[in-house]
Every structure is written in C-alpha cells, then in structure tokens.
C-alpha cells in the first residue's frame, strides 16, 4: 500500500499529458527555431501550447514566457524587474512567507544594494495589506505576494494587494505555482503584472514552467542568447515539456472544481480527524487554504521522524516543505505565523491529489495516532 | 522522403533514452529533494546520473551541476564567475565566434561594467591562441572559448589555451554543446574549469543540460531558491529528463568512434561533390571540424531560400544556426572568418546524425545542383 499526500511537492504525470508529449520526443523532435519543416512543426505546437497556456489565465499569448520552471520565473520577475527598473528606485516589497525562489532571491538582491521590505503575516498566515501599505513608497518598483502558501496552503488577499499599486507604478508579481489548476487564475481579475506557473506541480512534467508578464511590463532577461521567448529567454524550447505543460493546464482547469471540491472534503475529514490527537493544531486558516492542504503541528516531536514512520506504513508525507528540505532551520513560514521553533519542527504536511481516496483518508487516520504516540515515548522534549 | 540534416540545432530522443526516462514521468515521479520513498527513488536516479555524466568527461560527481540546457549554463559560466571574482578583476576574454549564449551573455556583462575582449579567428575559424595571450591581464578572471564552433564545426585549440591560464588564477571555461558524443571530451585532458553540456544535441531530451564546475571554483549561482544543486541552481530537478541526459551521454560515447567514423566519410563525400558546385566554396577546416559537419558558401544566392527549397525535396538543412535564426544580419561567424556579408548569407549547413546514410547524401547532391542554379537564375546578385 502507497498513498501519495505530497502533491504540494510535485504530482505524477497524468497519462494523457505524457500521451500528448510523446510525439514530440523522437518523431516530431524539431528546433523550433529552424525554418525547414521540422522546426516549423515543432514552432506550432509551441505556439499552440502557448495559446492553450495564455487562455487558461485570461493572458494573451505573447504574455507567456516559458522557462525552466516556478524557481526560474520567480528570480526572472524579481531579478528582471529589479534590475531594468533600477533607475526608477531600489525598493522590493515581498511577504515574509514567501517561496525560497522568493526569499533566496530577494536577499540576492539586497546583497546587489536593493532595499527589501518584508510584510508581515497574521497568526493564520494572512500577509497584512496593511503592512505593504506602510513600507510602499516612490522607490518601490515591484511587490511579490504568493498567490497561496506551498507550506500552510493560506490563500492570500492578492486583488486587494494589486487594489494598492493599481494607479502606482510599481509592478506586482504572484507566485502561483501551487494555485494553477487547483482554484481559479486569471490575471485581469487578480491585477498582477506578472505570475509564475509550473508544470510538475499539476502533472504535468518537471523542468517546464512559465512567468506571465503583461504586455508593456518592463523587464530585462536573466538568461541571455538566442533571443528565444521575445528575447526574455533565451534556449531551445523544451517543446514536449511545454506541449506537456499545456496539456496539464487544460485538463487541471477541466476538472478544478470537481477536484477542488472532492480534495476540500478529503482535507476537512484529515484534519477534523487529526486534531483528535492530543497537543495538535492546524497550521494556515481554516478556510481561505487550499482545497488539499493539510498541515498539523504536535507538540513534542520531529516532523523529519513523523514523516519517517509514516514512510514505513506506506504514506508519503513531508514537514515544511520539499524546497526547503536542503535547511535544517525550523519553517520560516510557522516562524512567521507565530509558531516556537520547537513547535515548527512538528509540523506535518499532507497534501491530496487526483488519486486520494477516502480509504486513504482512513488509513492516515488508523496509523498516524499511533505514530504520534510512539514518537513522543521516545521524545526528549517530554518532561 | 525526409532527410534530416541539421543535427546540430537539435537531434530525435533515441528510443533507448526514452525508455530510460519512461519510469519517471508517471511512476518513479518523486521529487528528489522529499523525504519519503518516493523522492529518495528520484534522489538514487538523480545521483546515478550526475555518475555517470561525470564519468564519461573524467570528473567526479560533485562537479556536475544540472541545469535547463546549454544556454543556461554558458549563463551560470560566465556570470557566476565574473560577479563572484568581481573583487580580483573585471576582464572576461571569448572568441569572436562563440554561441549566442556566450555573445550575448559578454554584451550584458559589458552593460554591467565587465571589459570583455574578443580573440580573433583565422580564415579557418580557428581561435588565435596568441590573441588571448596578447589581452590577458592582471583583471581576467574568466577565458571562455568553445570546444567547437556550432556553425562551421570547427575544433579550437583547447588544451593549448588551457596551458597559458594553468599557473594563473584565471578560469577558463568551454562550451562542448557540439563536441560531447561526437569527440572525445576529457576535462582534465583539456584542462578546463567550467565546460557546457546538452542533452538534446546527442539524442536526449530538450531542456536539460549540465555545467561541470571544477572543485574549487569561486562562483554564484544565477537561479535562486530552495538550494538545489550545492546551492548552484535552485528548482525542483527534472529528473526524467536528467536520466535521459545521462543515457544518451552513455549511448553517444560507446557509438562514438564508430559514428564518428561514419559520419566523417559521409561528410567528406558530401563536401567533395558540393564542391564541384561551380562558385563554391567550404567553410572552416578541412580536418580540424566537427565529424557530422559540412559548411559551405555559394556566390550569389541566399541560404535561406536554399534551405527552404531544399526543405520542398525533403530535405532539412539549415543556414547559419538555429539560434541565431531569431536575426537577420549575415552570421557573425562567417563574417569573422573573413566571408564577405552577401557571401556569409549564401552558406548552407549541413549536419549529420546516426541516422544519416550514403543514399542520404547521394540524393542531397543530385538534388543541390539544380537548387543552386534556379536560385542563382532569380538572383539579383548575378549582374
């Protein structure tokens, strides 16, 4: 038995994504950017990818950038714009829960001589709106506020963000690499000047994602060449991971709110049954979260053993968040919302899937009471 | 009847590299950086490939860092070595024919306030070894000269660079997105510091490539995040992709001498019969080039309507490169190697793979001659 929950750190590919992207391996394998027949059909379906891509946001297609993934359009929307609006001003305004391809970026910047603001967040992980507000001034040139937390799954305020820096001249930039596919996007309605999308997170394949940058936005590439992707990224385009890509955008969108509504009933019964367990809370807001973001604190024990035994009962599961796995410091997303460290380090993260099932459900349910309790005979902490 | 003859710009997934890859689409789908069952699975194959590529160039596994593909990795060369050993000097010296990648990354380091020399070529293509000497300084903190040239195929005098940076605290990177699987390639035989692979110009997939970073080197990353990579390229890694990279590196090196020897008759057969062409002539080496490669010029006509005609006969070629195809001014390699630019506009490259055969070529030059002269009949060059 194997029950996947750690879809916030990526997802399997669906078979009619890979059905899709199997062409373009060995037979229509063209570069797209050759002029002979081959290039030209491999130029096509990259369009065309493009197209689907564009739609399912509300962008048009010459607003789609497509990269390497989630990390490298977020370091191409903070780096791009830093830089290119530099003379404008040096201010960067993010949230402090951001993703590490925020936050590593943004101390990059500041380290190049950039001022960055960190708005706080209230204890559910809401970033305060009025805490950018504050720190908003005529140096500022972009603000980052993930669309949803990968870690706690709280769903940010982002219309009332764009709501701030509309008459402003300053860009707003969304991570909404765990939000595509799962609840809706569309960049007209959020407001945002830019927004960064992955593949591998809605199963599509890994290596392949996007950064929407509205036509007029000025920015500057971080990878330099050929001139690919209207000179913003330059390399030969991955074309059966971005054919792949679209697909799984198409096929997200199609089932969102099936899923969204199947993974919110999964979520609520795990967490109504979790916090049965003595000494537990949830982490992130009851319900502006995710539709499959479960993510639980014990009192008393390691999140990196619980994930462990979990492991052994065939459950996949994580503590903080796989991105962040290369740290041993406690989350800086439970730090934020107010949790001790030695409470962040308990923390579990269960995120559901296409393939959950209640049985599933059920059997987290069976084994994880028992897994707490031998973790805590054991636990120094216990006094 | 298609004839697939730009092997340079791109290459078909060999069928054993996919199947190497088809586990870690839907099944084996982890992301190497979770804890649990499924992403140490992806951790085991992610390491076993950085093995094995590491081994077919003669380094160690510590030394190979993923990336998207070649573009990026001329990227991370030369702006992870000139920001991080700003401090020691501000001059990088490349050749005048590298790749867009390498180009256009030195005119943005020269933006930054980075001197950047370019060393001349002779009429061959061939990287003046003297002219490097003559503008090293006390300031060069990074030489960057390709393996071989991706447009005229020529071999550049690699380890006889490496010899005059050896005792200086000078880094020397090489661009082998053309030579690795076509010839042999041994870092610590050429002696460099840095040198770019891709997996999708030797049978393996789009979107994925690696930077051999020797120990010790002083270098930052350009991708920010989670810390993938030792902290050098962050993003969650395409490891389907990574396992095809490292298939086809293993399959292009047991074929190598034997394709090599193949496909170097088939392009001095080809070479010899063009060449009976009347007014035309061979670009680059005779005998210091690329084995699958054949460059040459034709008075009066364009490449482009060239490749476009010949495309109508079945048959893929290429003028200039893919990656410059984005421009329209006459190849800045062919200019450097002397060719006049109405002269430079009129090349045709020809690039030959493992599926090519002697009945390939046998139909390219019964075909070409008659291409040649209608062009040459509509030509406005022709007085």
Chains 1, 2 share one sequence.
Request: with cysteine.
């Amino acid at each position: 038995m194997r029950i996947y929950l750690d879809h916030a750190a990526t997802t399997p590919v669906d078979p009619l994504v890979l059905k899709a992207m199997q062409p373009y391996f060995s037979k229509d394998f063209g570069n797209a950017s050759s002029i002979h027949s081959f290039g030209r059909e491999a130029k096509e379906a990259l369009e065309q990818s493009r197209e689907k891509i564009a739609k399912a946001i509300g962008a048009t297609a010459e607003e789609i950038i497509f990269t390497s993934g989630g990390s490298e359009s977020d370091n191409l929307a903070l780096i791009g714009i830093a830089f290119k609006n530099q003379v404008r001003g040096n201010h960067i305004i993010t949230s402090s829960i951001e993703h590490p391809a925020v936050l590593s970026t943004c101390e990059y910047l500041a380290r190049e001589g950039f001022q960055v603001s960190y708005a706080p967040v209230d204890k559910e992980g809401i970033v305060k709106v009025e805490g950018i507000e504050k720190v908003l001034d005529g140096q500022t040139t972009v603000i980052s506020v993930m669309h949803a937390n990968n870690e706690i799954g709280t769903i940010q305020p982002i219309e009332e963000i764009a709501e701030i820096v509309k008459e402003k001249e300053v860009y707003f930039h969304s991570d909404a690499v765990q939000t595509l596919g799962k609840i809706p996007v569309d960049v007209n309605k959020f407001g945002v000047d830019l927004l960064s999308l992955s593949a591998h997170k809605i199963y599509g394949p890994k290596g392949v994602g996007a950064l929407y940058v509205r036509k007029g936005t000025r920015i500057q590439p971080i990878i330099f060449g050929g001139g690919h992707e209207k000179g913003l990224r330059s390399g030969t385009e991955n074309v059966a991971g971005i054919v792949g890509f679209a697909k799984a955008v198409e096929l997200a969108n199609e089932r969102l709110e099936e899923e969204a509504n199947k993974q919110r009933k999964l979520r609520d019964k795990l967490i109504r049954g979790i916090l049965e367990i003595n000494d537990s809370w949830l982490n992130g807001h009851a319900t502006k979260r995710l539709p499959n973001n479960v993510n639980v604190g014990f009192k008393y024990i390691e999140g990196e053993g619980l994930v462990l035994y979990l492991d052994e009962k065939g459950i996949s599961a994580s503590t903080g968040s796989a991105c962040s796995s290369h740290k041993l410091e406690p989350s800086h997303v439970l730090t934020a919302i107010g949790c001790k460290p030695e409470d962040a380090h308990g923390s579990l993260r269960l995120t559901l899937g296409r393939s959950n099932t209640e049985k599933d459900v059920d059997y987290v349910l069976e084994a994880l009471p028992g897994i707490v309790k031998k973790l805590r005979k054991m636990s120094p902490l216990i006094k």
